[in-house]
Every structure is written in structure tokens, then in C-alpha cells.
């Protein structure tokens, strides 16, 4: 593999790293610091750590098989024994054997009296809304991941955006059996990010709000019931709309934002998961859109996992930064790269508010100036 020379700047700034890095890359450090208490709990610490980094894939693997076996489902009917499980599952004893204590491992399900239960863990991955169903399309992203090397060299047809096919357009969102199930993933997982988006948000003060990409309005049905009498307007594909329920003080707007202007009168416009579907020319010609929309004064809402930028974040710069990639057309943003677009667009008072979960969800806010 051929190395580009380091030439100017970086070449001046080169000093090799960092001294603690250095000291980590001896191996008679590691053979010292085994000798004394305070840096070996230190070391086996980072060494546990470090290992969970190398051993994550066979973690996220053994978790799809639990999922698909629906070893957690039969659990929270009550305890089984192994065999039980294999039998249901058609997998051999021994095979399931090793699987159960990989899932034991994780603490999804624990093992008391020769009978498998399942742990708060476990049942809290079968109730968080969404959870289950993420899991489970992971077979695609992880074939789009199975050689990595020529994955991050652009030299893959990645998969995954064929799961989420409104990424291209309207074109793309034309089959209401495709829109459908997506749409159903999204408003599953939803409820979670509602829930943190309006923890950090008070839409006290507004009068309207207009929720574009807004899916079949789950996010307006969480919104409404915090702030009824709130008005209210779904913003999406037509076959995206065409699933979504009816709700008091609700319009309801197919179009797309790519080639139809946004309707106007909404004085808040949230944006939730949406930005990262898209290439910054679609997220600059959205902002731009939805300054126009919006009347002086009025405020703009974005809602999405974020990257964390100069402190990177192990959910979002793994697994959305990778996530995004593989969709082709979007990318995991920080917070301070959707402020420059934002303030490029002519918002003012860009407020980015981190997300008590990350992985969940971060908010910015921003406001059209008055004036
Ligand atoms: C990742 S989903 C998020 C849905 C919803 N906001 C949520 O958080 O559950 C992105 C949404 O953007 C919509 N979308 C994508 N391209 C669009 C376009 N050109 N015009 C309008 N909506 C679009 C999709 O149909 C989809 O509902």
C-alpha cells in the first residue's frame, strides 16, 4: 500500500505521538504496570476496553441470532432449559449452549437453577420501541460491511439504501408496501426521540408547526399530545402521507422538498432525522427552503443523531457515521457542521443542544432574525 509522501504543514507538525501513547506502545510498560495495584486496574481496564472494540462484530452477530431465534421472546414467557430452546430454535443443544452464554454475557439473559432467564436487560431490548426492529435489518448494512477495506474506498454498491428508498426522491418512495414498512420502523423508534427532542425544546410560543419529513406523523401525534391545540402540519412523500392517521388540528401535505417549495404559515419547522439522509447541496437547498417558509422571528428544529465532532461519540461516529455511509447519499453531521449550514442559510440564534442519549437523538434550534 503506497503511502502519500507527508509533505508541508503536516510534516512540520509531526512529531510522533503522544507521550502516554508511547508509553501504552512499550511492552515493558505493560510488563511494570502488571506489578503495581492502581496501574494494573488501569491497564486491564483498557485492555477490556480495547477488546471489546476488536470482538464487536461476533457481539452484534450473536445478538441477530437471539433476535431471529426469538430466544428473548420465548424467555419473557417464563424460564426454559437449553435443550427447550434448541428444540424451538432447530439449532443442536451444544450450538445453543454457546449461544445462550454469549447472551448471557451481554446480560440479556442469565442463567439460575438449570433453567435461562431473561434479564432486565433483556426485556428492556423487546420493550424499547424500534430496538427489535433495528436489530434485524442489520444483515443488510453488515453484508454492506464485509469487506470493509473496499467499503471506506468507495468501491462497493452498498445495499442499504435500497431498504430506505425515499432517500432518492419520489420516485423512489413510489411503492406504498416499501413505504410502508419503512415508515413503520421510523415511527417505532420515534417515541424515543420525541421524547428527548421535547425534553430539550419548549414549543411554548408557537403557533403552528410544520414537521417536514415528518413520516406518518409520529412526531406531530407526540408533539400534540404535549401541546394540544397546537396547529399542526405533516410534510412527506405522497406514499410516505398516505399512511398517516388522522389527528385534531392536523393538514396534512404531500410533496417533496426537492422539487416543491414548503407550504407557508407553519411558525416553527421541525426537522427530525432528516438531515442525515442527505448531501449538504439537499440539506443547504432544505434550510434554505424552510427559511423562506418561515415568517420573521419564526424557528427552525432539528433533531438527529449527531456526530460529536472534536470529541467523537462512540453510537454516532460508529455506528450513524458508518450507517450514513452506507446509505450513500448523507452523512452523520456535528453539531457544528449543521450550525455552519444553518448560518449560511441566514439563521440566527443557533442553539445546538446535546442529547442526555446521543444515540437517541441531539437538537438544534435556530431562529429566521425578526428583522
Ligand atoms: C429517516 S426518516 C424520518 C421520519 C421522521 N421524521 C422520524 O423521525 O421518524 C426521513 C423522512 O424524510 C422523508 N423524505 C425524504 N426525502 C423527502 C423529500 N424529498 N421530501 C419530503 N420528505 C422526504 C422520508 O419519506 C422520511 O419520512
Known amino acids: 500500500m503506497a503511502d502519500l509522501p507527508v509533505t508541508g504543514p503536516e510534516r512540520a507538525r509531526r512529531p510522533g505521538p503522544g507521550w502516554l501513547t508511547r508509553i501504552a506502545m512499550s511492552p515493558r510498560f505493560h510488563t511494570i504496570a502488571e506489578r503495581i495495584p492502581g496501574l494494573r486496574l488501569k491497564s486491564r481496564a483498557e485492555g477490556r476496553a480495547l477488546f471489546d472494540v476488536v470482538q464487536g462484530f461476533v457481539q452484534s452477530q450473536a445478538l441477530l441470532a437471539l433476535v431471529e431465534l426469538q430466544v428473548l421472546h420465548r424467555l419473557a414467557e417464563g424460564p426454559l432449559g437449553t435443550a427447550a430452546l434448541a428444540h424451538g430454535a432447530e439449532v443442536p443443544t451444544d450450538r445453543m449452549a454457546i449461544l445462550l452464554q454469549a447472551g448471557a454475557a451481554m446480560r440479556l439473559l442469565r442463567h439460575a437453577r438449570g433453567l435461562w432467564h431473561l434479564t432486565p436487560r433483556g426485556g428492556a431490548f423487546l420493550t424499547v420501541p424500534g430496538l427489535e426492529a433495528m436489530v434485524r435489518h442489520h444483515d443488510v448494512l453488515y453484508r454492506d460491511l464485509s469487506d470493509p477495506v473496499a467499503f471506506f474506498r468507495g468501491q462497493t454498491q452498498p445495499q442499504l439504501a435500497g431498504f430506505w428508498p425515499y432517500v432518492f426522491g419520489a420516485g423512489g418512495a413510489a411503492d406504498p408496501a416499501l413505504a410502508a414498512r419503512y415508515s413503520r420502523l421510523m415511527a ?111 424557528r427552525l428544529l432539528i433533531s438527529e443523531p449527531m456526530s460529536g465532532g472534536a470529541r467523537p461519540d462512540p453510537a454516532t461516529d460508529v455506528y450513524f457515521a458508518v450507517y450514513t455511509l452506507a446509505m450513500q447519499t448523507g452523512r452523520t453531521r456535528s453539531a457544528d457542521e449543521i450550525s455552519a449550514l444553518l448560518a449560511a442559510s441566514g439563521f440566527a440564534t443557533i442553539r445546538p443542544q446535546a442529547g442526555a442519549r446521543p444515540f437517541v437523538t441531539s437538537v438544534i434550534t435556530a431562529q429566521k432574525p425578526a428583522g
Open 188 to 298: 417505532d423508534s420515534q417515541a424515543l426521540v420525541a421524547a428527548d427532542t421535547l425534553r430539550l425544546v419548549s414549543l411554548s410560543g408557537t403557533n403552528h408547526l410544520m414537521d417536514v419529513g415528518g413520516g406518518t406523523g409520529a412526531f406531530l401525534r407526540s408533539v400534540a399530545a404535549e401541546y394540544p391545540g397546537l396547529r399542526l402540519t405533516l410534510f412527506d412523500l405522497p406514499a410516505v402521507v398516505a399512511g398517516a392517521a388522522p389527528l385534531p388540528n392536523l393538514t396534512v401535505q404531500a410533496g417533496s422538498f426537492r422539487d416543491d417549495p414548503l407550504p407557508q404559515g407553519a411558525d416553527m419547522i421541525s426537522l427530525i432525522r432528516v438531515l442525515y439522509d442527505h448531501t449538504d447541496a439537499t440539506v443547504a437547498a432544505l434550510l434554505g427552503a424552510a427559511f423562506r417558509a418561515l415568517p420573521p422571528g419564526g
